[in-house]
């Protein structure tokens, strides 16, 4: 399936849950925000919520520093 991250566009054919993207893309959920068309995705519902074709995704990591 096509789907868009962070603006860029890429076939996807993984787990269809949100949380297995992100592995699959080896991002630790727990250290990202992620915005799924248009709506911000609480880090409870990464298990639960679906990958759908076309989808919209933006993926914004913590970053530290001092």
Known sequence: MK???NGK???Y???PVLGELLRFFGIDPARVA???NGEIVSRN???SR???AGDSLE???FVGGG
Request: with cysteine; aromatic share 0%; proline share 5%.
């Open 50 to 52: 679906p990958v759908e």
């Open 9 to 11: 566009e890429c076939d």
């Open 34 to 36: 992620v915005e799924r």
């Open 13 to 15: 054919g993984g787990a």
């Open 59 to 61: 993926i914004i990591r």
């Open 3 to 5: 789907i868009s991250i």
């Open 45 to 47: 519902a990464l298990e």
